[in-house]
């Protein structure tokens, strides 16, 4: 062969293998933009390990991660020839337990190539592990012998962060000729590629640890705002945990629905995250709401309930009408007129047994509950009116205007004055949270959570939205929100309702155009209301539900 005919033949072959490197490096790069995008830890392990497979021709390999006690620990193995995937995205534990990288007696575990490689800094080239002197293979040989495979060429290599530290280590085994299918070594320029592949790898792992860390601190610290309103009132303790899992819930049945109106809604993983959020921060304004308004058990209640104050009262009042009765005795037995004795003692009994009704009456009254009758506000005005003698003798009202103005509140324990305070909590909530600088994959969060006192005939509050300006998940958030004060058990004002009575108030709620009427029906026909009370409800209030009598439920 003449020398021009070799030099063409040469320059072909170097023509050849600048072709292929050129697309080992078309194929890292593509491989290094897709790991950057990727958020998934599970598929990002996955993608780094099939693609150096891919570059180098590998038949198999191994991702380890550096764990905090100094182990390094399988996260994703995987093999052509034997058919193996474990780990990552298969779901399929790695039977394997974490290799140290130090011995029991604290020094340096250097047989183990994957240790070696982590406590050196190095990567490490094998040709053939049968003939490696300096590592341990006694594993691999049992596993060949038991398998059949035969592990022969390895290449290791440490994976470090941007601040040099060693997160974990990429090992492949048997580089496969393209041609021949023969086990080759891995060459020096695959070798390269792969750590140039490593090195992306690491950063994109730490992004992803950083990325999980920032996110998890978040959660944290959106939970530990939930706990501390949660902790502030002892009656409404559980309700920012409550509500989060009860929004999930229903949430989850909206988008699994395959009938209805809302057939065709939908929220992709980010979406249904960024209503977790919301559900967690909804009642982030309470922060701001003053305890005595907050904890108001009883329509008295101050620094204490004034309802023991009253009841001292009628004592007063009652040995006032006896002291008066008792000496108009003494009169009319001074002026010979016995028969009046009998008298005034029958109308100073029926007069003590008045008092104590009244005053059983001002107790039930101070309760509060879900209606109070014009007919009782009546009575209370009238007991107010009876005069009681003050220090000087001068005859007072029995109540004052502001007991009579609280006791005489219609629902619930708070005046108006006081549910304008409770009411304002919404929108400090919504000025908390729009002033937060959100990633665009929460900049809903304000809308969801500030939305769930708002009513479909757009009487509620703070903005007077209607059905039709409010968004799916804000709708869902405010059936939440009632259900679970509905059927708490930790409010002042009323007992803790069954599922029945519950679920018969919503049902009203929605004729009445408060609450979102597909969203309700999907809450009962996927008994959302059944699968929240056993996870939170106490026994006795999960009685068996006819719901065929709830009001306004279509099946």
């Known amino acids: 062969m003449c020398g021009r005919t070799r030099l063409k033949i040469l320059k072909a072959s170097m023509a050849e293998q600048l072709s292929y490197l050129l697309k080992q490096l078309e194929r890292l790069n593509s491989i290094g933009i897709a790991l950057s995008a990727e958020r998934d830890n599970n598929r990002l392990l996955e993608m780094i390990l099939l693609g150096a497979k891919e570059i180098t021709n590998a038949d198999g390999g191994t991702i380890y991660t550096v764990t905090e006690d100094k182990h390094l620990k399988f996260e994703i193995m995987s093999n052509e020839t034997l058919s193996i995937s474990l780990g990552g995205t298969t779901g399929k534990e790695i039977p394997f337990t974490p290799l140290p990288l130090y011995l029991e007696d604290g020094s340096q575990n250097l047989t183990t190539v994957a240790a070696y490689s982590v406590l050196n800094d190095r990567t490490v080239n094998i040709e053939n592990a049968y003939e490696a002197k300096n590592f341990d293979f006694t594993g691999s040989r049992k596993f060949d012998e038991k398998t059949g495979y035969h592990s022969q060429s390895f290449l290791t290599i440490p994976m470090k962060n941007h601040e040099g530290e060693i997160i974990g280590v990429l090992q492949l085994i048997n580089a496969i000729d393209v041609d021949t299918q023969e086990i080759i070594p891995f060459s020096a320029a695959n070798q390269s590629l792969v750590e140039s592949l490593a090195s992306q790898a690491a950063v994109a792992m730490t992004n992803q640890n950083l990325i999980e860390g920032l996110k998890g601190l978040f959660e944290a610290f959106i939970e530990l705002m939930a706990e501390a309103i949660d902790q502030k009132s002892p009656y409404t303790g559980g309700h920012c945990r409550r509500v989060p899992e009860l929004t999930m819930m229903l949430g989850q049945a909206a988008i699994d629905t395959k009938t209805g109106p809302l057939k065709d809604f939908t929220l992709n993983e980010k979406e249904f995250y960024e209503l977790k959020i919301a559900g967690w921060l909804h009642d982030c304004g309470k922060v701001t709401t003053p305890e005595c308004v907050m904890d108001k058990a009883t329509k008295l209640s101050l620094i204490f309930d004034r309802i023991e104050l009253i009841d001292q009262r009628f004592e007063l009042l009652k040995a006032q009408a006896e002291c008066a009765m008792l000496k108009q005795q003494v009169e ?67 109540l004052t205007e502001n007991e009579v103005l609280n006791l005489n509140i219609v629902r619930g324990t708070l005046t108006a004055e006081e549910r304008v305070i409770i009411n304002n909590h919404i929108n400090v909530t919504i000025s908390m949270l729009e002033s937060l600088p959100y990633p665009k994959s929460l900049q809903r969060v304000p809308e969801y959570a500030g939305g769930h006192h708002e009513r479909m005939d757009g009487k509620g ?56 009427p597909d969203l309700f029906d999907i809450f009962i026909r996927e008994k959302i209301y059944l699968k929240y009370a056993h996870r939170f409800l106490e026994p006795e209030q999960i009685d068996v539900v006819d719901e065929t009598k709830i009001p306004g439920y279509q099946p």
Do not use: W
């Open 332 to 398: 009319s037995l001074k002026l010979g007129h016995h028969e009046d004795f009998a008298r005034l003692e029958s109308a100073q009994l029926a007069f003590i047994h008045q008092c104590n009704e009244d005053r059983e009456f001002l107790r039930q009254s101070n309760l509060g509950g879900e209606f109070m009758t014009p007919e009782d506000q009546q009575r209370v005005r009238d007991i107010a009116a009876i005069p009681l003698l003050d220090e000087n003798g001068v005859a007072r009202p029995f």
């Open 461 to 516: 509050y703070p903005k007077g939205l209607t059905r039709e300006q409010m968004s799916v998940p804000a709708r869902v958030m405010g059936i939440a929100d009632i259900f679970e004060a509905l059927t708490s058990k930790d409010r002042p004002y009323k007992k803790a309702k069954t599922l029945t009575e519950s679920l018969h108030i919503l049902g009203k709620m929605k004729l009445d155009y408060h609450i979102d």
